[in-house]
């Protein structure tokens, strides 16, 4: 698999922005001005894009000694698609929406062992957070074998806002949490479902534990306290599945 696609030099930047190309992410160096810079800003000020303003030292690795001219994209290798049509699209599909919602996951290879569990669970698609969140990259497409193509993803401002758009339509969110006496199997999850899960390190934040529907944990026998993030996942999608296999064999 080939690295990510990175451009650098400041028109070069421009350009991409101006041709709808999907920007992963832009390194901006720290105190950078002129007239080109100001029109770059101007680009970055009417998108939401995901920005670091870094040292020169970095740019400079980054475009391995390339003249980078203080800036740095990465272009993601997939197209992400808006929430509002990924929604949309489930509500015209036959099978019962199933959602994952990502609060916080930055492991890039955890995210592609999600995509990877998620392709092959049929889920409807993927909602992350547009800034601190794991990128699409070339080890996300690796660790997903591919599936990353496959699973439509979307990216919000903030997941609180995926959160209240997915309950208009009447799906249940199922916050993944140990702040709970509740189990996974306890949950209806036949009726339509967006399953969150958070960072390893502080799990789902505690706002969209409140605003979801139900919360759920796994059953623990052992001395760790905790699963790693995309097998826990994969244990929840696999009991969705569980439950409505008998809806689409009856």
Not at 86 to 108: A, C, H, R
């Amino acid at each position: 698999m080939e690295e990510t696609t990175r451009i650098f030099g400041i028109r070069s930047v421009i350009e991409a922005m101006e041709s709808g190309k999907e920007l992963e992410k832009i390194f901006v160096q720290k105190g950078l001005s002129g007239a080109l810079f100001q029109e770059l800003n101007r680009h970055l000020k009417k998108a939401n894009y995901n920005v670091s303003y870094v040292p020169v030292e970095k740019l400079n690795k980054l475009s391995k000694g390339g003249n980078h001219q203080g800036v740095v994209a990465n272009i993601s290798p997939i197209n992400f698609v808006s929430l509002e049509k990924l929604v949309e699209d489930s509500q015209n599909n036959e099978t019962t929406p199933l959602f994952i919602l990502l609060d916080g996951l930055t492991d890039v290879r955890n995210f592609g062992a999600i995509i990877r569990t998620a392709e092959c669970c049929g889920v409807t698609g993927i909602i992350i957070q547009e800034k601190g969140s794991a990128p699409i990259n070339a080890d996300t497409v690796k660790t997903s074998a591919g599936a990353v193509f496959n699973v439509p993803i979307c990216k919000v401002n903030h997941i609180k806002d995926a959160v209240f758009h997915l309950q208009t339509y009447d799906i249940k969110l199922v916050a993944a949490t140990e702040k709970t006496d509740d189990l996974v199997y306890d949950i209806d999850l036949k009726q339509p479902v967006a399953i969150i899960m958070g960072d390893e390190a502080k799990g789902v934040s505690n706002s969209i534990i409140k605003s979801a529907d139900f919360k759920a944990k796994l059953p623990m026998y052992g001395s760790i306290e905790s699963l790693n993030v995309s097998v826990a996942c994969g244990a929840f999608l696999y009991e969705v599945i569980r439950q409505r296999i008998p809806l689409t064999h009856a």
